[in-house]
């Protein structure tokens, strides 16, 4: 099996659904909060093909019609309004569906209406005239030649001038369409830790477990055993990973006591970490791993998998605090492109398959199948829904910044203003984005072998 081709499919299907669902939330609340969605588009532009177009709606004079779906107006709808139209209609229940429409013939550049009331015609359908009042085309769904992701178009997205538009809606209802797509990522995050904590377990970051100890280390010395979890050391509580990792170094050629959970057992034991380790082994000799929690019900499901979202956010936000206090190093918390993630989905790949191996090809190969693409996967949508509320111009919570004094003062910031930021906003996003991609190349991260 070709694994990297595996991967780069996994990868370009999983990135491109991630940013889709991000959209979808931005699409789905613009329609229930009465906002006009000119175009879903599958993919960047430019356009391909446009494979339908839902039904829309007009009126004419006081007459509210129906635009069928993948009905093309015969002329610029924003040039037409004002302007005086030949409509033929049917009838369908209560409602007037259209069937075609034209530009009427104007004297002197002034229209008058010869049929303002319906006349039906002998098969059945219905004309008059009267003056094109307002349009709504309804939403165009289309695919486009950039299989990255998809996009959302408003209308009036960026002019409060523009009726039934994002721009023109009360603040409320700004936010919710602001807050819609970052949602959707989260909700696909809980989903999918849902299903994984079901099958695998629930993963607990607070708690540290031995996964392995290293024959003749001082862990070893000391009756430490793979299973053990650890709850202190050198009378400090241990969180996680950095945490315990963070007192063995400062305690470097220095006896520290270290308590274990063992099953029922609480027991307290003393290790000595090496300040210059045998290579392929850490200073005390062990190699930590997450406790796992046995999940028998849906129920806990959910709440694990909510508890694990929470995770994945918190270190995500304190990722920042961790590099300034020096406890992560520069390379772990550094921003990846496209190529640093694919490589990193090779490698969960590559794990998972061979976990799923009938004979496994290594001794140290895991006893049953791993679940680290899902994980992978799941994180992903998470970092893309909190990185999207991060306050900087042209992303969700940037627009959401400048939504929120108007909410306050009624009054909203100059619309040209608000434009100019965000159009800066992404030059600087597009140049960032650039030099990641270009550092993955460059410096790319270094991963350990699968």
């Given at each position: 099996?070709?694994?990297s081709a595996l991967?780069?499919l996994?990868f370009f299907?999983?990135?491109a ?6 959209e ?7 329609r ?7 175009e879903f588009g ?7 093909w446009?494979?339908?177009r839902?039904k829309?709606?007009?009126t004419?004079g006081?007459?509210a ?6 009905f093309?107006?015969?002329?610029d709808?924003k ?14 229940g ?9 530009l009427?013939a ?13 006349t ?5 359908k ?13 939403t165009?769904?289309t ?7 998809g ?17 023109a ?7 919710a ?5 970052p ?36 862990a ?5 055993q793979?299973?053990?979890v650890?709850?202190q ?27 274990l ?15 210059n ?7 005390v000799?062990?190699?930590?791993s ?7 019900t849906?129920?806990e ?9 929470g ?5 995500l936000?304190?990722?920042p605090a961790k590099l ?15 190529k ?15 976990s ?10 895991p ?8 994980y ?26 400048f939504?929120l004094?108007?909410?306050i ?6 619309h040209?203003?608000e434009n100019?930021?965000?159009?800066t906003?992404?030059i600087?996003?597009?140049l960032f ?7 993955d190349?460059?410096?790319?991260i270094?991963?350990p072998?699968?």
């Amino acid at each position: 099996m070709n694994i990297s081709a595996l991967a780069g499919l996994i990868f370009f299907l999983a990135f491109a659904g991630l940013i889709l669902i991000h959209e979808f939330g931005h699409f789905i609340v613009s329609r229930w909060s009465g906002v006009e969605v000119e175009e879903f588009g599958v993919g960047l532009p430019p356009r391909g093909w446009r494979f339908w177009r839902a039904k829309g709606s007009l009126t004419v004079g006081t007459r509210a019609l129906v635009i069928p779906a993948n009905f093309d107006l015969p002329f610029d709808e924003k040039s037409a309004l004002g302007r005086g139209v030949d409509v033929t209609a049917r009838r369908a229940g209560d409602r007037l569906v259209l069937d075609s429409i034209a530009l009427a013939a104007s004297e002197d550049g002034q229209f008058r209406a010869s049929h303002p009331e319906p006349t039906e015609s002998p098969d059945g359908k219905l004309r008059f005239d009267g003056i094109l009042q307002r349009v709504s085309q309804g939403t165009e769904f289309t695919l486009n030649w950039l299989p990255l992701g998809g996009f959302v178009r408003p209308k009036g997205e960026n002019d409060p001038n523009v009726q039934g538009g994002l721009a023109a809606a009360s603040p409320w209802k700004r936010l919710a369409v602001l807050f819609a797509g970052p949602t959707m990522n989260l909700i696909a995050g809980l989903l999918i830790f849902i299903f994984l904590v079901r099958v695998d377990g629930y993963h607990d970051l607070s708690r540290v477990m031995l996964a392995e100890v290293a024959p003749g280390s001082p862990a070893a010395s000391a009756g430490m055993q793979a299973g053990d979890v650890v709850t202190q050391a050198a009378g400090q509580p241990v969180t996680d990973f950095d945490s315990l990792s963070a007192i063995i170094k400062a305690h470097l050629d220095q006896p520290v006591q270290f308590v274990l959970q063992r099953g029922a057992e609480t027991i307290t034991v003393t290790a000595t970490p090496r300040s210059n380790p045998p290579q392929g082994q850490g200073a005390v000799g062990i190699r930590m791993s997450e406790y796992v929690q046995p999940v028998t019900t849906w129920g806990e499901a959910f709440r694990y998998a909510a508890v694990s979202v929470g995770d994945q956010a918190r270190a995500l936000l304190l990722l920042p605090a961790k590099l300034i206090r020096g406890t992560l190093a520069p390379e772990e918390g550094r921003f990846i492109g496209l190529k640093g993630i694919y490589d990193i989905f090779n490698l969960s790949v590559s794990a998972d398959v061979q976990s799923r191996e009938p004979e496994p090809s290594t001794p140290a190969a895991p006893q049953g199948p791993t679940y680290s693409t899902l994980y992978l996967i799941a994180t992903l949508t998470i970092s893309i829904g909190l990185f999207n509320l991060f306050p900087f111009p042209a992303l969700d919570g940037g627009r959401i910044i400048f939504v929120l004094p108007e909410l306050i003062t009624r009054r909203r910031v100059p619309h040209q203003f608000e434009n100019a930021v965000h159009a800066t906003g992404m030059i600087v996003l597009l140049l960032f984005m650039l030099y990641i991609n270009v550092m993955d190349f460059v410096n790319p991260i270094v991963l350990p072998a699968p």
